[in-house]
């Protein structure tokens, strides 16, 4: 890599404050999504940011880290990449739900587990509860196992290639065949699902591969990054088009369910608004700054953290009298400062910081 692409490391960072974001709304939602403290009303005006947010963000993670992928192998070898893999993804995946993510559970079971029940029986149920935003890095190790398999068949620089000798119209008619595998990729979605298919829905295996191999293989070009650059106000109206389209016909409903995921309108915005995410941060967010840099840093371990500190908050203002505005502008202020408080603290624990992180010692990542 000749220079950081800091507007992936932008597009990153602030694709995980939009995911701590939508949790508070995802929170109190009352369109029947599975989990969250329960809503204020039956039906909720403020539920249409969720509707807004979920059908692309975390479609945009996956390509990102694709790209990052990447960028990453070529200055280290399959070994490296792996055992680096493990440790940053796997560990806390698994381990870091014994040491901190068993908190999440327990507030995720609570009112289901009895009060009777030892105290350590409650830790064993909880831990598997726990599990929460951690599917993400779960797939993506997945991702980066079957990746280093993938590459053996598929040369990324034989494509990259490719791509930079495409012209503009070809390269057009890449983007929309895009958006044609993201929407074959989406009727894997299970319908009327069991508690175990219900888990698949939720990982999209599938889905989300085909988001991760395009960013290793696509959206890491950087004829691909200017040709998004280029064209970044149209692809946001684009984006515009199918956001509205797609809150038209499923406001007030569940926007996680098969219908809502498989549909037109939902793989519209989740396409558009991919692409114009990568448009608008190549062309207006590509440098950085002491604060972008601590969010670049830091994302990583907000992410992990912040679900904990989000369903907490959200309980305890639940039970509050105050107006909607202030429950959610408070919810949303303190899971995003508790998040930083929270990482500042557990990363400069050692052990824990390896088994939630999955830092070695401080000031690595």
């Not at 595998?181 to 319908?191: G, P, R």
């Not at 569940?254 to 062309?283: H, I």
């Not at 309980?315 to 502008?329: G, R, V």
Request: with cysteine; net charge positive.
């Amino acid at each position: 890599m000749k220079n950081r692409y800091y507007f992936l490391d932008n597009l990153r960072w602030v694709t995980v404050l939009l995911v701590l974001f939508y949790h508070v709304f995802y929170n109190f939602n009352s369109v029947g999504v599975f989990g969250g403290v329960g809503g204020f009303a039956e039906h909720q005006p403020q539920d249409v940011v969720c509707a807004l947010l979920n059908p692309w963000f975390m479609t945009l993670l996956f390509v990102v880290a694709g790209a990052s992928s990447r960028y990453a192998l070529r200055g280290r070898t399959a070994k490296e990449f792996r055992r680096e893999r493990t440790r940053k993804l796997l560990v806390p995946s698994t381990l870091g739900l014994f040491v901190f993510g068993w908190v999440l559970g327990l507030l995720n079971s609570r009112g289901h587990i009895p009060a009777e029940v030892p105290l350590f029986v409650k830790y064993l149920i909880a831990i598997p509860s726990g599990t929460g935003p951690l599917w993400f890095i779960q797939d993506l190790f997945g991702f980066s196992l079957l990746l280093l398999l993938v590459r053996r068949v598929a040369d990324a620089e034989k494509v990259d290639r490719w791509l930079s000798g495409l012209p503009k119209w070809a390269l057009g008619v890449v983007m929309v065949g895009f958006l044609g595998v993201l929407w074959l990729a989406s009727q894997t979605q299970i319908d009327n699902p069991t508690a175990a298919q219900g888990l698949l829905n939720l990982y999209r295996p599938v889905f989300y591969f085909v988001a991760f191999l395009a960013g290793y293989y696509i959206f890491s070009s950087e004829r691909v990054h200017d040709f998004l650059a280029e064209r970044a106000v149209p692809l946001t109206i684009a984006a515009a088009v199918a956001a509205v389209g797609f809150c038209s016909e499923f406001y007030g409903k569940d926007y996680t369910s098969p219908e809502a995921v498989q549909g037109v309108w939902c793989n519209l915005f989740c396409w558009a608004m991919t692409l114009a995410m990568m448009g608008c941060f190549k062309r207006w967010a590509n440098g950085t700054s002491k604060f972008a840099g601590y969010m670049t840093r830091s994302s990583f371990g907000l992410y992990i953290v912040h679900m904990t500190v989000c369903t907490a908050v959200c309980l305890w203002l639940k039970t509050t009298a105050l107006p909607l505005w202030a429950i959610y502008s408070l919810a949303i202020a303190i899971t995003f400062v508790g998040s930083v408080v929270l990482w500042e603290i557990l990363h400069r624990i050692p052990l824990v910081r390896y088994c939630v992180f999955g830092i070695k010692k401080s000031g690595t990542r």
